[in-house]
Every structure is written in structure tokens, then in C-alpha cells.
């Protein structure tokens, strides 16, 4: 089976993020960069389902050049090979202009199976799936928490409020996870090692055929107006319970009128 | 004045209501129906007119039929702008529709302006955008909790739509659902109050403590992300990044230390109280009332309380 992964970078969500205050895009220079945490569970399945039934996985990445580094520590935990398309005409691009720079690599890559994460946690838009789905003509289906491939035939079971849902499609297919599918591998040192040499394709638009007017804060479909920062809680309160400690908590909430 | 769409999430839940309250604002309301919906509702809260559209083609593929629908009706009445929840099936349904029409989207929106600007809360809470669809319509996904409903009946038409869905739309089929246990506890997400667990309440039987509380107050049950890990409670009650987002008017903390990626779905609420036995806690940076107690004596001590005061 031909899988190609989608990794994003993302800022780290562990650390301060903030919007570039020249163009209110989301800083990526500054900030420490990670590989999105949902992407890392779309790797670790891509590599089950290799061990299960053999095949080539691909990680594709679209993002500016740092992104380098995420890929190679895709690749560390056992991918084949990536795709990294970069152009710096893609600085500020909207996530209807980054589907369609993804659905234009992805053409050119013929996946059986498309893995992404439900979300990334910088946006927590959680759109690019469905959005690739309706480009490339093929099914999405999304939040696996828990993915079975029997030949051609992909059934997922996705949580919803109710419950949880069975879902099929056949393949070619794009199918986003949640973190609840799997537990993913650290790299080993020798998957270090062996990603250095790993095979890493850079695309530029051109490449792709995809015009520099139509990405970027020049093609962008939406655009952030003005931001700030909120005012940081501030702690409140605190009591020490030695013996009432339940008895002010109600109180508290009484004069709040919550009870 | 042009037609403002709603797209009504199945069963009409509090985030409806919400978006029918921001519509009336911009034009005149229209709901649209998958399945069968409580139009008494719909028509309370303002809507002039109401679409429906049913039949296992919209009920079985997940929503790739539902946005054909919408793209549709989009297409022929021309709205001032499509309101969704801020749920998986409103962005998913979103994400489609802006790559049908080529037009812009913005999820997450907490308000919705009638010149398009729409207020977003973005990096764990820490900061506010404004922002604005520029290309096409505003496509717009609203968060739930994000303003108060208010009724304002009127006498909605109904008109059934035709659904002429392509096959593409009917590629992911669901085969079955699965209703699971669930009480008579208000959604996670709608909720007023939101009570919630961490790893300090150290096992799933302990997790009545969490619920016993969260049932004295009328409120939700929610988990941090080491509660659910550790199988204390099921994954669709975590709050934080990677899980839901709340916005109550109050929320509880228990046995929760408030790393970043918790406070992250939570840090919006009106009023933060925390127990914790570590006094150092970050939770306690943001809490407006903290208990430093262990969770055990604290939590059964204010039940009986909350009993008493009945
Ligand atoms: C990408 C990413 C996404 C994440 N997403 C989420 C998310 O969506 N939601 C989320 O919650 N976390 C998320 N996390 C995890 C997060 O970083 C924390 O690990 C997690 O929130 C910790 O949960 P906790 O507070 O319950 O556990 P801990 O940090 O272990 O805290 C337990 C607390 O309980 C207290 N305690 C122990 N016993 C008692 C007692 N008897 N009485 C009173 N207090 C007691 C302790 O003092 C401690 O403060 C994410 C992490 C990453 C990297
Ligand atoms: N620029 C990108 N490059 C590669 N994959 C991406 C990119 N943006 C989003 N994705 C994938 O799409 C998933 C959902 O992202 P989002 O819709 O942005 O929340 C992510 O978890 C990634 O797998």
C-alpha cells in the first residue's frame, strides 16, 4: 500500500505563540517548532499498517524551509522517504490556499491512503481533510480512533457525542486520526542515523503549477484584521484545608451564587 | 433583506440557538435541517424560514452530502453568510463548502459582527484576533457558550429541499452507530458549570467524586488529558488542546495541575475554582477561589455542604 503521511510544524504548544506583529501571521520564526502532536499518531499508523501489509510511506510537509527539521524527525521514526514543498510565496497562505498546494503534491504522489492528524494545534481548524477529500475526489474519513485496513476495504470507528460511529470507504482514501489510535515510537538512534540519508524531494510552486498569486497573504480568502493579547487570569483566593476547607469552597460558590 | 443561513446541528443544541440569536443580527434568519429537527425551536428563536433536507443519502456519508446541500442552496439564495457550530460536523461541513464555492472560512468565531468581523480566541486562550472572510461570503463557525440566546419567535415557512447528491458525496458510508451510556447530564461543551478530574483523582472509581459534584451543581463532567491516559474516564470528556474547549460560567478543578495544553480548553471560563494538595500548582494561577487540600476530604466535604444548603 502506497501511504503518504501529512506532517505539518507547528509553533510548539507548550510555549508562548504569538502573531507576527508586521503581517498578524502566526510567528513561526521565533518560536521553537515542533512536528504538529496529532501528526506523530497519522506517522505511527502509516508504519503499523506498512509492517502489516508492506508498502512505501511518504511524508508530505508543506511549510517554510525550517520545516526541514520536523520532517527529518518524521522520517527517524521510520518513514521512506518526504516531500517538502516550500516557496517562500506561501508566507501567510489561508488553509483553502494550502489545500490546494497539498492536493497538487498529492496528485503527483498516487496514495492508496492519505493519513493526516484530525488538527493541527496551531489553527485547531481541524479542515484541511475534508477539504483535500473534496479536491482530490476521493473519501475522508476523520477522527479515527481506531483504523483497520482489509484490502482495499479502510473501516474506521470515530467517537462522537453519542457514541461512536463505523465508518467504511474504499481506497484511494484520506483518513485523519486522534490521538486516541495509537501510541507512537520514539525514534531509535539507528532511525536517526538512517534519516539523514532518507530520500527528502523539495517542490517549489512552480513545480506544482500552482501560481504564486494564488497562495500566500496575496491569495489568502481570509484575513486577520487586528490581535491582541488577553489580559492574563489572575490567581484569586486561595485557602489551606485543615478540616472546612469543602465547607468554604461551597461558600464561595454561594456568594457567587452557583449554589 | 438577504437570507442569513444557519446550519442546525442534529437535535438543536444550545450552539443553535446561539447562532440564531448572532443571524437575526445580519438578516433575515433561515435554519437548514438535516433530518428532523425541532422547528418549535427554531421558529422561537427567530427563524423566518426553514430547509430541510433528509433521507439516508444525507443520513449515512458522513458530510460530504449535507455541504452539497448547502452548496446548493448557497448557489440559488445567495446568503449574507452561513453560520455552523464550532462542532467536527459544522468545520468539516465549512471545509467543503469553501472549497465548492472557492470562498474563505473562519472556525472557532465567538462573535460575529453584522460588518463580517468575527472574534476569534486563538493560542490557548492567550490571545483575541478579529478577523474577516475576504474572499466570497462569511462561512462561519461559531463556538458554543459563545453568547447568550435570546427568543424572538416568529412564523418560519418550511421547504423541503431536493438532495441530488454525486457518488463521490457517498463514498465514506456509515455502517453503524453506537449509542453509548449517557446520563442525563448536560453536554460538555453547553454547559453552565463543568466539573472536572485529573490524575490526583487517582482512579476511575474514584471519579464519582467528580461526578457526584458535577450532579449537586447541574453541571458536566470533563477530565484532563493524564485522567483519560490513565483510563480514568472516557477520551470524549478531555478538555484542553487536544480535546474540548469550554467556556462555562464555571469551572471546577480537581486534581489538576493546569499545564498549558489544559488550560487551553478552559481558560475562557467566567469562574475558575481549583482543589489541589500542591500549593504551587499552576492551576492556582488562574483560579478566582483555590482549595490546597487533598481532593478526597475536600470534594465529599462540599457535597454534603451543597446537600445541606438544598
Ligand atoms: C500536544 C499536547 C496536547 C495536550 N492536550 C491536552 C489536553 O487536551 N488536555 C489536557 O488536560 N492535557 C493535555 N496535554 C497534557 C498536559 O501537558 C498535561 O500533561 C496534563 O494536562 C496533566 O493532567 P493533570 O493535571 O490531570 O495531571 P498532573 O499534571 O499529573 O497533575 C495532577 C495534579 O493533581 C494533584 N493531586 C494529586 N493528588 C491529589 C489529591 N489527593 N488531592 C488534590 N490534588 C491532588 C497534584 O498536586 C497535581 O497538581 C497535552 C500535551 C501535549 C504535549
Ligand atoms: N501545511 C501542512 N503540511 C502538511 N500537512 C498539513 C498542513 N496543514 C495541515 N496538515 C495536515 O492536516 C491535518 C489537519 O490540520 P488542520 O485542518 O489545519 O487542523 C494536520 O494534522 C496535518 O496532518
Given at each position: 500500500m502506497n501511504i503518504v503521511v501529512l506532517v505539518k510544524q507547528v509553533p510548539d504548544s507548550g510555549a508562548e505563540r504569538t502573531l507576527s506583529a508586521s503581517d498578524n501571521t502566526v510567528e513561526r520564526g521565533s518560536a521553537s517548532n515542533v512536528i504538529n502532536e496529532m501528526d506523530e499518531y497519522a506517522i505511527e499508523e502509516a508504519l503499523k499498517i506498512k509492517e502489516a501489509h508492506g508498502g512505501e510511506v511518504t511524508v508530505l510537509t508543506v511549510g517554510p524551509a525550517g520545516a526541514t527539521d520536523s520532517i527529518r524527525k518524521a522520517l527517524s521514526m521510520g518513514p521512506d522517504k518526504a516531500v517538502h514543498v516550500q516557496d517562500d510565496a506561501m508566507h501567510g497562505s489561508c488553509a483553502v490556499a494550502t489545500s490546494k498546494v497539498l492536493a497538487a503534491a498529492l496528485g503527483r504522489l498516487n496514495a492508496d491512503l492519505i493519513l493526516c492528524g484530525a488538527e493541527s494545534t496551531d489553527g485547531r481548524v481541524q479542515v484541511i481533510p475534508h477539504m483535500l477529500a473534496e479536491r482530490l475526489g476521493v473519501a475522508a474519513l476523520t477522527g479515527a480512533r481506531k483504523l483497520t485496513v482489509d484490502g482495499a476495504q479502510l473501516t474506521i470507528e470515530r467517537q462522537t457525542d453519542e457514541g461512536y460511529e463505523v465508518v467504511t470507504a474504499a481506497t484511494p482514501a484520506i483518513v485523519s486520526v486522534w490521538d486516541t489510535i495509537n501510541e507512537p515510537r520514539y525514534p531509535s538512534f539507528k532511525g536517526i542515523m538512517a534519516a539523514k540519508k532518507k530520500p527528502l524531494e523539495s517542490l517549489s510552486l512552480g513545480d506544482l503549477g500552482v501560481s504564486a498569486d494564488e497562495v500566500g497573504t496575496a491569495g489568502a480568502t481570509s484575513a486577520v484584521l487586528e490581535f491582541s493579547k488577553r489580559p492574563a487570569r489572575t490567581g484569586g483566593a486561595k485557602v489551606t484545608d485543615e478540616g472546612t476547607g469543602g465547607e468554604q469552597l461551597v461558600a464561595y460558590l454561594a456568594t457567587e451564587k452557583f449554589v | 433583506m438577504a437570507e442569513v443561513l444557519v446550519v442546525v446541528e442534529s437535535g438543536v443544541k444550545k450552539v443553535t440557538l446561539e447562532m440564531l440569536t448572532i443571524a437575526r443580527g445580519l438578516g433575515s434568519v433561515s435554519a437548514v435541517v438535516f433530518g428532523d429537527a425541532d422547528t418549535d425551536k427554531l421558529a422561537e428563536f427567530g427563524a423566518e424560514k426553514i430547509y430541510t433536507a433528509s433521507g439516508d443519502d444525507v443520513a449515512n456519508h458522513l458530510v460530504a452530502p449535507k455541504a452539497t446541500v448547502v452548496a446548493e442552496l448557497v448557489k440559488r439564495v445567495q446568503p449574507a453568510a452561513v453560520l455552523l457550530g464550532s462542532t467536527q460536523e459544522g468545520k468539516e461541513i465549512a471545509a467543503r463548502l469553501a472549497i465548492k464555492l472557492d470562498n474563505g472560512l473562519l472556525t472557532d468565531a465567538v462573535d460575529f459582527a453584522a460588518d463580517g468581523t468575527a472574534t476569534q480566541v486563538v493560542f490557548a486562550g492567550s490571545t483575541i484576533v478579529k478577523s474577516k472572510?475576504?474572499?466570497?461570503l462569511p462561512i462561519v463557525t461559531i463556538r458554543p457558550n459563545s453568547t447568550t440566546p435570546v427568543a424572538a419567535p416568529a412564523t418560519p415557512s418550511v421547504e423541503e429541499l431536493t438532495v441530488a447528491v454525486s457518488d463521490t458525496d457517498k463514498l465514506a458510508k456509515v455502517v453503524e452507530r453506537v449509542a453509548e451510556q449517557k446520563g442525563s447530564r448536560p453536554e460538555l461543551t453547553e454547559a453552565g458549570i463543568v466539573v472536572s478530574g485529573g490524575r490526583g483523582v487517582a482512579s476511575a472509581d474514584n471519579f464519582k467524586l467528580v461526578e457526584e459534584l458535577a450532579d449537586l451543581l447541574g453541571g458536566a463532567v470533563g477530565a484532563s488529558r493524564a485522567a483519560v491516559d490513565s483510563g480514568y474516564y472516557p477520551h470524549q470528556f478531555q478538555v484542553g488542546q487536544t480535546g474540548k474547549t469550554v467556556s462555562p460560567q464555571l469551572y471546577i478543578a480537581l486534581g489538576i495541575s493546569g499545564a498549558i495544553q489544559h488550560r487551553a480548553g478552559m481558560q475562557t471560563s467566567k469562574t475558575i475554582v481549583a482543589v489541589n494538595k500542591d500549593a504551587e500548582a499552576p492551576i492556582f494561577e488562574l483560579a478566582d477561589f483555590g482549595v490546597v487540600g487533598d481532593l478526597n476530604k475536600v470534594v465529599p466535604q462540599a457535597a454534603d455542604e451543597i446537600r445541606k444548603r438544598k
Open positions: - | 472572510v475576504t474572499k466570497g
